[in-house]
């Protein structure tokens, strides 16, 4: 299992000085699944502020988008979402079940 992380949207001013088209806030879903089939996510959404040359809007790449996501969000906070979809996972597998007694 592995925590896959999405960009869902992304916000941008059109006009920010003399940039066009600056992403300014994310909106990120990480997700797992386990080998039964159940699933685990989170979504949320973080302001970013780039450093350096602007990327051209239509030259962003998700796993670009999903760096600038992480670094905002810092690893602490990366990994607590990552160990906490795993432990909802973990809770769905040990402590529920379905079926019927016969």
Partial sequence: MAVT???E??????????????VTTLHWRASDE????NTAS???????????E????????EE?????????L???YVTSIEEGIAFNLNERTNFTASGTPW
């Fill in 5 to 7: 992380w999405r960009i």
């Fill in 9 to 22: 949207n992304m916000e941008r001013d059109l006009v920010q000085g003399d940039n066009t088209d600056i």
């Fill in 34 to 37: 386990d080998s039964d089939g």
């Fill in 42 to 52: 989170t979504y949320g959404t973080v302001g970013v502020t780039l450093v350096g």
């Fill in 54 to 61: 602007p990327v051209p809007y239509a030259d962003i790449t």
């Fill in 64 to 72: 670009q988008a999903i760096g600038w996501a992480k670094d905002a």
């Fill in 74 to 76: 810092g690893e602490t």
